[in-house]
């Protein structure tokens, strides 16, 4: 079985610093990474995955990722925050051989941006 | 990318009514739709996996008499809260995957904010 650790709760951050919000995971065979963003009452919008390639994944929102098999992580980041960007994050992992691709997500990371 | 829509946004019942919530694809056909279940500055919580013309698959402590879900056609999903109680109250939201081997992604409808009164 698989399962996702979001190290940090919350992650205040200023206004145009950057910000790396932290995820990892474990699990005994392939996976597939995602990161989500969520804003109060609504759904989930996919920010970035990582299938296979290059460990670099670019997404929305000028955000970006790296996936590191050998440390079971998939850290999110950006070099410059802004106000929108206040919202809840959540990684989330899905074995890659699984027919259904169920995913399970972490417990959250809430960014809050200060002006 | 696609949409999926999600409805009743929020909906308020009284104690032991039913509640269904619709979701649907908009713009794909999707073989499995997810439900979760969302708790205050909670994570998603998967309850049941359905696929079209197919009984739901539950995740443990679901209970599938009180949740049930219906997925009738390869564009709708529909979770019914049945005999709806407080501790019932939560945010719900559906999540489409569109068929097909190589699509990985699922896309999610905006929630349901459910309060049982």
């Known amino acids: 079985a698989q399962s996702v650790t979001q190290l940090d709760s919350q992650v205040p951050v200023f206004e145009e610093a950057p910000v790396e919000l932290r995820c990892n995971y474990s699990?005994?065979?392939?996976?597939?990474l995602f990161w989500y963003v969520q804003y109060p009452n609504q759904g989930l919008q996919l920010l970035l995955k990582?299938?296979?390639?290059?460990?670099l994944v670019k997404g929305i929102n000028g955000f970006e990722a790296e996936f590191n098999k050998s440390q079971t992580s998939f850290h999110l980041r950006k070099p410059s925050v802004h106000i929108s960007d206040t919202a809840e994050y959540f990684c989330?992992?899905?074995?890659?051989?699984?027919?259904?691709?169920?995913?399970?997500f972490g417990k959250g990371t809430k960014l809050s941006v200060i002006p | 990318g696609a949409v999926v829509s999600q409805h009743p946004s929020r909906v308020i019942c009284k104690s032991g009514t039913s509640v269904k919530i619709e979701c649907r694809s908009l713009?794909?056909?999707?073989?499995?739709m997810f439900w979760y279940r969302q708790f205050p500055k909670q994570s998603l919580m998967l309850m049941a996996t359905?696929?079209?013309?197919?009984?739901?698959?539950?995740e443990q402590g679901v209970e599938k008499d009180k949740f049930l879900i219906n997925h009738a056609s390869l564009t709708l999903s529909t979770l019914t809260v049945t005999s709806a109680h407080p501790e019932d109250s939560s945010f719900y939201i559906c999540?489409?995957?569109?068929?097909?081997?190589?699509?990985?992604?699922?896309?999610f409808g905006q929630g349901t904010r459910l309060t049982v009164v």
């Open positions: 699990s005994s065979v392939s996976v597939y």
């Open positions: 990582y299938l296979s390639g290059s460990t």
């Open positions: 713009d794909f056909q999707a073989t499995t």
């Open positions: 359905s696929n079209e013309g197919s009984k739901a698959t539950y």
């Open positions: 999540s489409a995957r569109e068929s097909g081997l190589m699509n990985t992604e699922a896309f």
């Open positions: 989330a992992v899905t074995y890659s051989g699984a027919g259904s691709y169920q995913l399970t």
